[in-house]
C-alpha cells in the first residue's frame, strides 16, 4: 500500500524536454494495492513536452485489485508539445475502484489533453469510480475514456459510475507548495461530500475521518461563515411587493443558503 506521501517538485526543470513524470506508479501482478491519503503535486513552473500523471495504474490481471481512495492531486504548468496530462491514468487490466478523490489539473497549452481521470482499457466497471471531485481548465475535456475526451455527463454515462462525482475546484491552499489540504476560508465541494470507507479511518494528518468524510487527503473543518449583506431591499423596508427578488452579498465559506420570510 501507498499512504500519506507528500509529492511533489518532480520533473524536469529545463525547457524542450520530453519525457513522463509520474507521482505514484502502480505495476503489480499479485498483490491488492491501497493508495490512500496522498498529496501528489507536479508540473507546476514547468514548461515542457513532458507527459504528468499524478497516479499512473499499470497493474496486471494478477492483481486482486487496485483501490484508489482519500488522494488529493494537482497538475500544473505549460505543455509546448503533444504531450497530455492526468490525475489518475489507468492502463492495466487490473479492476480498479476509486472513491473520494480531488483531481485538479491545472495544466494548459499544447496539443495533448490536460484531464482528471483517464482509462485506456476494458477492466474499467461500471461503478469504479464515484464520490470524487474532479476540475480542469476544459470541462469538455475534463476525462479520457479510450483515447477520447468527455465532459463529466458524457464519462458518467459511459461509464455508469461518478454519479456522486462533481466538476468543481477543490480549492486547495497552495498546490505549487505541494500543500494539497483544503482552504478552510472559503467553500470547497470536497466538504461532507464523501462516502465512508471502512479501509481507511483517518486522512493525510492522522485525523479521524467524519462519518459524512470531506473527499480528498484531509478531513478539514469549514471556518463559520460570516453573515452576508443584504442590498435591495434594504432591511426593514417598508411598502414591498408580495413578490419581488432579494440580493446580497455572499458569505466567504458559505455552499448554500436558507431564506426565511
Same mark, same amino acid.
Given at each position: 500500500?501507498?499512504?500519506?506521501?507528500?509529492?511533489?517538485?518532480?520533473? +524536469?526543470?529545463?525547457?524542450?524536454?520530453?519525457?513522463?513524470?509520474?507521482?505514484?506508479?502502480?505495476?503489480?501482478?499479485?498483490?491488492?494495492?491501497?493508495?490512500?491519503?496522498? /498529496?501528489? !503535486?507536479?508540473?507546476?513552473?514547468?514548461?515542457?513536452?513532458?507527459?504528468?500523471?499524478?497516479?499512473?495504474?499499470?497493474?496486471?490481471? %494478477?492483481?486482486?485489485? @487496485?483501490?484508489?481512495?482519500?488522494?488529493? @492531486?494537482?497538475?500544473?504548468?505549460?505543455?509546448?508539445?503533444?504531450? *497530455?496530462?492526468?490525475?489518475?491514468?489507468?492502463? *492495466?487490466?487490473?479492476?480498479?475502484?476509486?472513491?473520494?478523490?480531488?483531481?485538479?489539473?491545472?495544466?494548459?497549452?499544447?496539443? *495533448?489533453?490536460?484531464?482528471?481521470?483517464?482509462? %485506456?482499457? +476494458? !477492466?474499467?466497471?461500471? %461503478?469504479? !469510480?464515484?464520490?470524487?471531485?474532479?476540475?480542469?481548465?476544459?470541462?469538455?475535456?475534463?476525462? &479520457?475514456?479510450?483515447?477520447? #475526451? /468527455?465532459?463529466?455527463?458524457?464519462? @458518467?454515462?459511459?461509464?455508469?459510475?461518478?454519479?456522486?462525482? @462533481?466538476?468543481?475546484? +477543490?480549492?486547495?491552499?497552495? #498546490?505549487?507548495?505541494?500543500?494539497?489540504?483544503?482552504?478552510?476560508?472559503?467553500?470547497?465541494?470536497?466538504?461532507?461530500?464523501?462516502?465512508?470507507?471502512?479501509?481507511?479511518?483517518?486522512?493525510?494528518?492522522?485525523?479521524?475521518?467524519? +462519518?459524512? #468524510?470531506?473527499?480528498?487527503?484531509?478531513?478539514?473543518?469549514?471556518?463559520?461563515?460570516?453573515?452576508?449583506?443584504?442590498?435591495? #431591499?434594504?432591511?426593514?423596508?417598508?411598502?414591498?411587493?408580495?413578490? &419581488?427578488?432579494?440580493?446580497?452579498?455572499?458569505?466567504?465559506?458559505?455552499? !448554500?443558503?436558507?431564506?426565511?420570510?
Amino acid at each position: 500500500s501507498g499512504a500519506r506521501n507528500r509529492i511533489h517538485s518532480v520533473g +524536469p526543470a529545463m525547457k524542450n524536454v520530453t519525457g513522463l513524470v509520474r507521482g505514484i506508479y502502480l505495476d503489480t501482478f499479485i498483490d491488492s494495492v491501497l493508495i490512500a491519503n496522498n /498529496m501528489i !503535486s507536479i508540473g507546476f513552473g514547468d514548461t515542457n513536452d513532458v507527459r504528468y500523471d499524478g497516479i499512473y495504474d499499470a497493474s496486471m490481471a %494478477g492483481a486482486l485489485r @487496485v483501490f484508489v481512495g482519500y488522494n488529493s @492531486v494537482s497538475i500544473g504548468g505549460t505543455s509546448m508539445g503533444i504531450a *497530455g496530462s492526468s490525475g489518475i491514468n489507468h492502463t *492495466g487490466m487490473s479492476p480498479i475502484r476509486l472513491r473520494n478523490n480531488a483531481f485538479s489539473n491545472l495544466r494548459g497549452g499544447g496539443g *495533448g489533453f490536460h484531464q482528471t481521470l483517464v482509462n %485506456g482499457t +476494458p !477492466s474499467w466497471f461500471p %461503478g469504479s !469510480s464515484d464520490n470524487n471531485v474532479l476540475y480542469n481548465l476544459n470541462s469538455a475535456q475534463l476525462t &479520457g475514456w479510450l483515447g477520447g #475526451p /468527455m465532459n463529466l455527463a458524457t464519462w @458518467v454515462s459511459t461509464t455508469l459510475g461518478d454519479f456522486q462525482s @462533481v466538476n468543481a475546484d +477543490p480549492k486547495f491552499v497552495n #498546490p505549487p507548495a505541494g500543500d494539497l489540504h483544503i482552504d478552510s476560508t472559503v467553500y470547497s465541494p470536497a466538504d461532507n461530500a464523501g462516502t465512508s470507507l471502512l479501509t481507511v479511518a483517518d486522512d493525510f494528518d492522522s485525523q479521524f475521518r467524519a +462519518p459524512a #468524510p470531506d473527499i480528498g487527503a484531509d478531513e478539514y473543518t469549514i471556518a463559520s461563515p460570516g453573515s452576508f449583506t443584504l442590498l435591495q #431591499p434594504a432591511d426593514d423596508a417598508a411598502n414591498q411587493p408580495v413578490s &419581488g427578488t432579494l440580493t446580497w452579498a455572499p458569505s466567504a465559506a458559505a455552499g !448554500s443558503y436558507d431564506l426565511y420570510l
